[in-house]
Every structure is written in C-alpha cells, then in structure tokens.
C-alpha cells in the first residue's frame, strides 16, 4: 500500500467536542500516532488553556505538533501545512498511521486542500470582528460590502453561506486583495495524501456542547489557568501577539492589571462567553466543508474511534 492509498483520518469539531479522546482511542486501536491541527498547541509553556494532552496521555501514544514554537513567535497557515506534512511523512514512513485532530478549520482545510500561502496576519483578526458583528445583525450588510468589494466572489458565494461569506471579505479588508487574486497567488498543489474528515456533531443540541464548555472552564481554572496566564503576559513579548489575544488567557488582563471590579468570578464568566462563541463559529465554519462525515456524539468514546476505524479500513 503506498502512502497515497493510507486514508488518513482528521478529527474535527468544535471546542470540547471530545475530539481528542476519540483520536487517543483510535491511535491505541490502529497503531497512529496523534498530529495537533490547534493553532494554539503549537505554543510551549501553554498547557492548560489549550487543552493540551497529559503527560500520561504522551506516554500512551506520540503526539506531534505541540510545543514547537515559543510564545511571541509567528506562525501562519502556509508553514502549517509545510510542519504538518513532514509530521505524516514522518509518521508513515515507520508503518504507523497518522490521526489528524483539532479544530482550527483554516488549517485543516488548507491541508485537505493542498493550499500553501502566505498568510496576511491580520485576515484572522478581522474574521473574528466579521463574525462578532455577524453575532449582532447578521448578514445582510457584510454580505453587501462583499458585493461592493468582490462581485466575482460574492456571485460564487450564497448569502447564507456564512464562513464563505465572512472569510471572503475578511481577506480583502486584510490584504485590500480580492479573493480571487489572493486564490491566483496561492500555490494551489492539490492534496499530498488521501484525507478523510470526520465531524463529532453538536449542531442538532448546542446546549450540550455549552454545558461542556463550562465545565472545562472550571476543571482549567481549577488546573492553574490563572497562574498560566500570568506566566505568560510576564514574557517579553508583544501583548497583541496571536497567543497573548487567544481565549482562556486575554480575559485574565483586566485581573492581572489591577482594573478596579475585576473578579477571578468575572474573567471565568467571560473565558466560558467567548469559547461559546468560538464554538458557535466552528459549527459554522465545519459545516461547509464538502465530505466531512458526522459522528454521533451520543455513543462511547470508543465506538466513535470504531466508526472511524471502519471508515478508513475500507
């Protein structure tokens, strides 16, 4: 079997989901080793906020992908996809398959599709100022800048295709590029290897999911998240920074700068409100990639893994 006939499986879903017990249980099952598609694993020294695996968990099975860069470092999609891909040559050419999981869609999208690219750092910024704003009045006005600023792409794109939509005027507000150039300058290779992605689904019940959150927010705070957060705005390094802006940890600034009425209380209240909404924008963004097969989240951990297994053994 060569590599390009190995169905490797990515594991998706939102925040909390279950995703990585799902991908620990099938690396255990079919011999894998687990590869991180969360562009905050890559951080070192950044454990409990990102969710990272326990030690006990590496022991069990090698994990790629986490602890690579430090924080204040810059990292990109396009270097991603170069990272990511000596991990699964690597994993492959030792007979072990490589589980694919995480939820950070623009990577794992850019890896199903071969894309590789200079990323602008501020398209990611304005995505997430695109989807507050989305939260508040909904579509009709981005969708209409869209049309103003890229009739080609809004003419391709359903106006309830909101990813689409959203991320198509993010990058030309980004870059002042339209979607069309910016696809045009990328290097477009096709995907390296036979990918088959899989969805753990909270759409039919959100309030599962929430409540999921909240109690991983507590067990974080519980774990030293704050004294985490701490460590990390004590670095030298830039508080605008893609780690020093991530969820779980700007919500502790107010607390550690002393500003008046700030509450250990209020900064948990505020990481569990925006992990919502984080989530709520991963079903979105999850629900438009074309093949994805959903799993039922209502079964064990371990037959989700043997729903998986079977559709790669195939």
Not at 76 to 87: A, G, I, R
Not at 280 to 307: G, S
């Amino acid at each position: 079997m060569t590599d390009k006939d190995t169905i490797i499986p990515i594991i998706t879903g939102p925040t909390a989901s279950g995703k990585s017990a799902v991908a620990l249980d099938l690396c255990l099952k079919a011999g894998g080793e687990l590869i991180s598609c969360d562009s905050m694993q890559i951080y070192k020294g950044l454990d409990v906020g990102t969710a990272k695996a326990t030690r006990q968990e590496r022991e069990l099975v090698s994990h790629h992908m986490i602890d690579i860069i430090e924080p204040g470092d810059n990292y990109n999609v396009s270097m991603f996809v170069e990272d990511c891909s000596s991990c699964i040559d690597d994993v492959l050419s030792r007979g072990r398959l490589p589980v694919l999981c995480g939820g950070t869609g623009q990577y794992i999208s850019a890896l199903k599709d071969g894309l590789a690219f200079e990323e602008d750092p501020r398209a990611d910024e304005v995505t997430d100022q695109l989807y507050e704003e989305y939260e508040r009045n909904g579509i009709d006005d981005i969708y209409r800048r869209l049309v103003d600023a890229d009739p080609e792409a809004a003419a391709k794109i359903h106006p309830n295709n909101t990813r689409r939509v959203i991320r198509a005027l993010a990058v030309f507000e980004a870059t002042g590029k339209t979607k069309t150039q910016r696809d045009n300058d990328s290097k477009k290779t096709g995907p390296l290897y036979n990918f088959r992605l899989f969805d753990i689904d909270y759409e039919d019940d959100r309030s599962v999911l929430y409540d999921r959150i909240n109690l991983r927010v507590d067990k974080m705070m519980e774990d030293g998240l704050e004294a985490e957060a701490r460590y990390l705005y004590s670095l030298p390094i830039d508080r605008k920074s893609t780690c020093c802006q991530a969820i779980g940890y700007k919500e502790f600034l107010p607390l550690i700068d002393n500003v008046p009425g700030s509450t250990l209380e209020r900064v948990a209240y505020e990481i569990k409100l925006n992990t919502r909404h984080y989530a709520k924008r991963q079903l979105t963004w999850f629900r438009y990639i074309d093949e994805i097969i959903r799993i039922d989240r209502n079964i064990r951990v371990d037959q989700q893994a043997d729903f998986i297994l079977d559709r790669i053994s195939m």
